[in-house]
Structure formats: structure tokens, C-alpha cells
């Protein structure tokens, strides 16, 4: 039966997800050089339009419908030519067309994560190649694994609303991208902290459809995500806030907004699972872990721009363990029994399935970023990599006063 009230709900929370890929875009932009802003952001823009074709001819379908081995769907939905507005999605009355919506949006982000790795590296493109490729035999597979009835499901795996699905897939993913293009020549700073305030606020306002959208229905459940979102963010931003200070001597703008996306990718998996204290709890420990595999990062001298594995994958791994630790049938009878109730076996499915995904998504993409090189360069050349907005794009983000040679024009006095 249709359920107004459901439907309303999902059509904001999907609006909301839509709203986190341009607010990626900006978090992302502000973090890169002022030459290469527009190549960073056209990226995430650009899989919202690739994305929404794929997921409409081929997506969708190979995610939820039917089943093939557990690891894909079937083709039964392909080109969507089966939909109709009257197809509801029983569980939450809610219409069909709106799941598929819904879903798109996180088929939408996912890549994107991942380009904040390899900035100012890749042409555009291998981008374009790759965004296709990968989302055919990473994200795809793994949401119907996941969330469309697939071989984890079955398992009993859980990941509630994408640390496995999005974050773990993209974090590893930019890990292997980063080991294959190699180290940047020319590095830049942040050349837009505002920029990255705005898009940290659109993404943790987005976060919240993110995640308590992903019960798909308005109830107990969408409520204790919503603030165990907040809660797990807002403790990861003074947690990093506060190791940064003490590290660095000097509190950090980028840090604090930095540990609140820590926060938010490490509490997805887990978000509609877990009793309150262990949001907070989760919050704490994902500022201090993440906070330190970026300084692993750095000291191995991984050229993961942007911090994606540091904090995405990082995030999204060990969120997906907390959950096979603190997850309660008491709070979600659809969860699992955590290790601290004496559980072994749900932690024991949620470490396989994660290490699983890490190592899959590295290897997949290593591989796929090689034969895309067979087909055209993934990367620039060294002469284009230090102004990629004008040699890729032919424009730029911003008018210099040395830009051509030329300054803006004053108006005239009146």
C-alpha cells in the first residue's frame, strides 16, 4: 500500500544525497591549487550525469533485480522499460521510480570519492573510462552482494548505509590509483578554506539522507541514525581537532572538518545498528585512527592527495569491524549480535567481508588503470600537470592579475 508519509521522507533524503556530490566538489576544490580547480570538480559534476545514464541503462538492474552467482543481478530491469509510477517498493509503500532514485545518488558519489586521490594527475579522459569500468565491476557487484539479496547478505553481512558499498570500495580503490599514477611533481596547497567549509557542510547535511534515509522508511530506526550520524561526526571533528593541536601546536580549520568527514564515512556502516553511546563512542575512535593512517600516508609517501584511503577507506573499514562489534538485535532486529555480547561470528563476517572488499577494489583497480593506459595515457604530462584547468579544460577557475598578461578593468568613477 502507498505510504505518503514514507515517500515524502525519501524524496528529501534522496534530494539530500544528490545535494553531497557538488558539495564533494567543492570540498575537493577548495583543497586543490587554484590551477586545478575546475579539473577536480568537473569530475564529481560529471558523474552525475554519467552515473544517471548508467545506472538507467544497466545500473540499477545489475544491482536489484534478479540474481546471478550472488554477485550480480540480472538484466530484467535494464533501461528501467518495466517501471512504472504505480510499482511500489512494499516494505516502506513507497514507489519503485523513488528506490531507484535514491540508490542512484550513492552510485553518483562513490567514484567521485575517489578522485580526490589522484588530483592533478589523470586525464580526463581515463577518468571517464575509468568512472564507467569501475562502477561496472566494483560498485555494482558489491551493491547487490550487499543490499540487493546477493552472497554477503545472504552471509549475513551488514552494512547499513555504505561503509563497505561506498567507502571501503573508493578508499582502497584511490589507494591503488595513487600506487599506480604515482607522485604528483608539482604540489599545491589549499587554496580555498571556505571552499572546503561549504562543501563539509553540504556534505554532513547531506549525510543525514545519506544515512537515515537508508532505512527507507520513516520509523525508530531512521531517527537513531539520524542522530548517531551527527554524534559520531561531531566527536570525530573535536577529536582530530584536538590531536592536531596538540601534534601540530596550532588548531586546524581543514583538521577539524577533515575529522568530521572521518566521522560521517566511519559511522555509515553502522549508523541504524548501534545504541547511542556507541555513536560517540565510534566518533572518538575514528578521529584518532584516520587522523593517524593520513600520518602513515605521509610517512610512506603515498601521494593520496586529497587523503581519500586515510579517510574513506580507513573510515569506512573500520566502521564496518565497530559494527561487528557493538551491533544490537536489541536496538535493530535486522542487525547482528556484536562481539561485545559475546558474539564471535557476526564480527568474524564483518572483517572478512571488509578486508575482502579492501583487497578486491585495490586489485580490480590497479589492473583497470593499467589497461586503460593501453587505450589512452591515465596520466598528464608533466608539462600540463601544473595549470590542468587550462591546458584539460581550456578555462579557469579564477581571473589573475597575471593571467594573459592582462588585469580586470576598473569601472569607471561615477
Request: hydrophobic share 55%.
Amino acid at each position: 500500500m502507498f505510504n505518503g508519509a514514507n515517500t515524502g521522507f525519501m524524496l528529501l533524503a534522496t534530494s539530500l544525497v544528490m545535494l553531497m556530490t557538488p558539495g564533494l566538489a567543492f570540498f575537493y576544490g577548495g583543497l586543490v591549487g587554484r590551477s586545478s580547480t575546475l579539473t577536480i570538480m568537473i569530475q564529481s559534476f560529471a558523474s552525475m550525469g554519467i552515473t544517471t545514464v548508467l545506472w538507467w541503462l544497466v545500473g540499477y538492474s545489475l544491482c536489484f533485480s534478479g540474481d546471478s552467482g550472488g554477485i550480480y543481478g540480472n538484466f530484467d530491469l535494464a533501461f528501467l522499460r518495466t517501471v512504472g509510477p504505480q510499482d511500489l517498493y512494499a516494505p516502506s509503500g513507497i514507489p519503485l521510480v523513488v528506490l531507484i532514485a535514491y540508490q542512484m545518488m550513492f552510485a553518483i558519489i562513490t567514484p567521485a570519492l575517489i578522485t580526490g586521490a589522484f588530483t592533478n594527475r589523470v586525464s580526463f579522459k581515463a577518468y571517464l573510462i575509468f568512472l564507467v569500468g569501475w562502477q561496472l565491476f566494483v560498485y555494482f557487484p558489491f551493491v547487490h552482494m550487499v543490499w540487493g539479496g546477493g552472497m554477503l547478505a545472504d552471509w549475513g553481512v551488514r552494512d547499513f548505509a555504505g561503509g563497505l558499498v561506498v567507502h571501503i570500495s573508493a578508499g582502497f580503490a584511490a589507494l591503488a590509483s595513487v600506487l599506480y599514477v604515482g607522485r604528483r611533481r608539482f604540489k599545491d596547497s589549499p587554496h580555498n578554506i571556505p571552499f572546503i567549509a561549504l562543501g563539509t557542510a553540504l556534505l554532513w547535511f547531506g549525510w543525514y539522507g545519506f544515512n537515515a534515509g537508508s532505512e527507507l522508511k520513516v520509523d525508530n530506526i531512521t531517527s537513531l541514525a539520524f542522530l548517531n550520524t551527527d554524534l559520531a561526526a561531531s566527536f570525530a571533528a573535536v577529536t582530530w581537532l584536538c590531536i592536531e593541536w596538540w601534534h601540530k601546536k596550532k588548531p586546524h580549520f581543514v583538521g577539524l572538518l577533515t575529522g568530521a568527514v572521518a566521522g560521517l564515512a566511519t559511522v555509515t556502516p553502522a549508523a541504524g545498528y548501534i545504541p547511542i553511546w556507541a555513536a560517540v563512542a565510534i566518533g572518538i575512535v575514528s578521529g584518532v585512527v584516520c587522523y593517524f593512517a593520513v600520518q602513515l600516508k605521509n610517512k610512506l609517501k603515498w601521494d593520496d592527495a586529497l587523503d581519500v584511503w586515510g579517510v574513506h577507506g580507513v573510515g569506512g573499514l573500520l566502521g564496518i569491524l565497530l559494527l561487528g562489534l557493538f551491533a544490537s538485535t536489541k536496538i535493530n532486529p535486522d542487525g547482528g549480535v556484536g562481539l561485545i555480547h559475546g558474539a564471535w561470528s557476526f564480527f568474524g563476517k564483518q572483517a572478512a567481508a571488509g578486508f575482502g572488499a579492501a583487497a578486491y577494489a585495490f586489485g580490480f583497480t590497479y589492473l583497470f588503470l593499467a589497461a586503460i593506459n593501453l587505450i589512452t595515457p591515465v596520466r598528464v604530462s608533466g608539462a600540463h600537470e601544473i595549470g590542468l584547468d587550462e591546458a584539460m579544460h581550456g578555462e579557469s577557475a579564477y581571473l589573475l592579475d597575471d593571467d594573459n598578461g592582462s588585469a580586470p578593468v576598473p569601472a569607471p568613477a561615477t
